[in-house]
């Protein structure tokens, strides 16, 4: 079966670093892209990668290894507007999105 | 503006009553696409289209229907709904990159 993992809830300080991990199963492999929902709000885009390595934009970055089945998301210099959920997708061989549950990451001052 | 519009935003029936949520995009965008999202259990894909005229299944289609009868339009009809539709509803919409999706602000759905 397919599979996105990734935990559940973070807490971390505002102007600190955090990385959300994600690791995936999935029939194939065509990209993950890393999208962010605030409560109550649809999900916007933040990233994508389809090669290994590291894509950064900004405060955030994310690092994608295909052989390990692993990515992560990475924000640096936290800030109260990033209290949200982070949410993994893997691209499987259909082109067809394949979702985590999503990881809520709480700021505190 | 590029946009999605779903409406309504918030809706409250009953058991069997027929409804239908509108999802419109003005990007030109062919793959349009709804998901439902229930708490831990992230999003997950009702019905999508690929171009006008094609539809196809996602992971949860028992219990509801889609047409896709203009590109900008892509309606989510519950033909007898039941309480566990009650959810958080969203429509996408995508060019190519399927992954890319532009999301509508969601309808919240309540069947009594």
């Known amino acids: 079966g397919q599979n996105i993992d990734q935990p559940t809830e973070m807490t971390a300080t505002e102007g600190a670093i955090v990385q959300i991990n994600c690791t995936y199963q999935t029939s194939g492999f065509n990209g993950l892209f890393w999208y962010q929902q605030h409560a109550g709000e649809a999900p916007t885009f933040l990233s994508y990668?389809?090669l290994d390595g590291l894509e950064e934009k900004g405060r955030f970055s994310s690092f994608l290894s295909r052989s390990k089945g692993y990515s992560y998301l990475l924000l640096k210099e936290l800030q109260m507007k990033d209290s949200a959920s982070y949410l993994c997708?893997?691209?499987?061989?259909?082109?067809?999105?394949?979702w985590g549950a999503g990881t809520k990451l709480i700021i505190k001052p | 503006e590029a946009q999605v519009t779903q409406n309504p935003r918030y809706l409250i029936t009953v058991t069997g009553k027929k409804l239908t949520v509108t999802c419109s995009q003005n990007m030109n965008h062919e793959y349009m696409s709804w998901y439902r999202q229930d708490p831990g259990l992230g999003l997950r894909q009702i019905y999508y289209?690929?171009?006008?005229?094609?539809?196809d299944k996602g992971d949860v289609p028992e219990g509801y229907k889609v047409s896709r009868k203009e590109k900008r339009n892509f309606p989510l009809i519950l033909e007898s709904p039941s309480p566990n539709q009650t959810s958080l509803y969203f429509c996408?919409?995508?060019?190519?990159?399927?992954?890319?999706?532009?999301f509508g602000s969601g309808t919240q759905l309540s069947v009594l």
């Open positions: 997708a893997v691209q499987d061989s259909n082109y067809q999105l394949i």
């Open positions: 996408a919409s995508s060019t190519g990159e399927v992954g890319k999706l532009f």
């Open positions: 289209s690929m171009n006008v005229e094609v539809t």
């Open positions: 990668n389809v």
